[in-house]
């Protein structure tokens, strides 16, 4: 199995800043693909930023130029660096990986999930 541990979350002013990490351990043989979603209340559970295990990114709806993902393949470790939030980024931030362990299949895992709010 890959643990996830996600850290970073919490309560900001609009225009505020904060960092989220995600750091995946066990038997693990690589990781491919690492990820960001949200979910705000009454809302479903929402892609944010992407990156593959060569760095590619990809960022969805109105965080593009205010947030960043980045990773350390050597922690096996995913970032997130929110600049510019709004309310409308309150929601639980997860972290997902695309992971294959030794002798397994690859598969997606998911992390337990951090809060962030926004709010004055």
């Known amino acids: 199995q890959v643990q996830l541990v996600e850290s970073g979350g919490g309560s900001v002013q609009p225009g505020g800043s904060l960092r989220l990490y995600c750091a995946a351990s066990?038997?693990?043989?690589?990781?491919?693909?690492m990820g960001w979603h949200r979910q705000a209340p009454g809302k479903q559970r929402e892609l944010v930023a992407t990156?593959?295990?060569?760095?590619?990114?990809n960022y969805v709806g109105d965080v593009k130029g205010r947030f960043t993902i980045s990773r350390d393949n050597a922690k096996n470790t995913v970032y997130l660096q929110m600049n510019s939030l709004k309310p409308d980024d309150t929601a639980v931030y997860y972290c997902?990986?695309?992971?294959?362990?030794?002798?397994?299949?690859?598969?997606?895992?998911w992390g337990q999930g951090t809060q962030v709010t926004v709010s004055s």
């Open positions: 066990g038997s693990i043989f690589s990781i491919l693909t």
């Open positions: 990156i593959t295990s060569g760095g590619s990114t």
């Open positions: 997902n990986v695309q992971a294959q362990l030794y002798g397994s299949d690859i598969k997606t895992y």
